[in-house]
């Protein structure tokens, strides 16, 4: 157990409609990265926040959003969800705001888009 | 842009055998290189990781080398086991300013007992 926690674990929803990805860091890490995993791919970096703070963005579609709240939890909003989108989706944590440090990554939500 | 490419993709070896990863990176500037295992439906645990200013490490059955000149690095695993089995992927990143992980496309070692 990293200490990382995701919910939902597995999410089914439909073509077009929005859901949010809830993911809590380690007790003390500042940094929160979001990752796309499409089945038998490797990780896609999609954004950082530290402290609160947008920090990197990756390749991150304009239709999804992110946000981290004052008591470091992160969310990660898909809207207008497409067929495309399934993919396991991890958050990881780190404690400072540089990548350079190991990444402790959630056990993943996985959403399923019909 | 920035690119990690590993190599090979699959990598099939019997037990007991070793097992060599390799990848390399486009940035010059990079500085951290950790490796992740990723089991069947789990998420992805660092292995090993090593920083620009060294060019070798160890931990057990597990190394990594790297060649800075030549933008290159690679994971060694020795005397494999059949718990072994999982995807490796290595990364690269620069660390200051929250720039962004690179990650290579992932490698599954299948180890035979």
């Known amino acids: 157990d990293s200490g990382v926690t995701q919910t939902p674990k597995h999410l089914i929803t439909a073509t077009g409609q929005r859901v949010t990805l809830r993911c809590s860091p380690r007790?003390?890490?500042?940094?929160v990265y979001w990752y796309q995993q499409s089945l038998d791919q490797g990780l896609q970096f999609l954004i950082q926040?530290?402290?609160?703070?947008?920090?990197a963005k990756g390749n991150i579609l304009e239709r999804f959003s992110a946000q981290q709240f004052p008591d470091l939890h992160s969310e990660l909003n898909l809207s207008s969800l497409e067929l495309g989108d399934s993919a396991l989706y991890f958050c990881?944590?780190?404690?400072?705001?540089?990548?350079?440090?190991?990444?402790?990554f959630g056990p993943g939500t996985r959403l399923t888009v019909l | 842009g920035e690119n990690v490419e590993q190599h090979p993709s699959t990598l099939s070896v019997q037990e007991g055998d070793s097992a060599v990863i390799k990848c390399t990176y486009s940035?010059?500037?990079?500085?951290?290189f950790p490796w992740y295992k990723q089991e069947l439906g789990k998420r992805p645990q660092l292995i090993i990781d090593?920083?620009?200013?060294?060019g070798e490490k160890k931990d057990q059955r597990i190394a990594v080398t790297l060649n800075k000149t030549a933008k290159h690095f690679s994971l060694h695993i020795t005397e494999t086991q059949p718990e072994d089995s999982a995807v490796y992927f290595c990364a690269a990143s620069k660390g200051t300013g929250g720039f962004k992980t690179i990650f290579g496309a992932g490698t599954r070692l299948f180890v035979k007992a």
């Open positions: 090593i920083r620009s200013n060294v």
């Open positions: 990881a944590s780190s404690p400072l705001a540089g990548d350079n440090n190991e990444q402790f």
């Open positions: 926040y530290y402290n609160g703070e947008e920090r």
């Open positions: 940035d010059s500037a990079s500085n951290y």
């Open positions: 007790s003390g890490d500042l940094s």
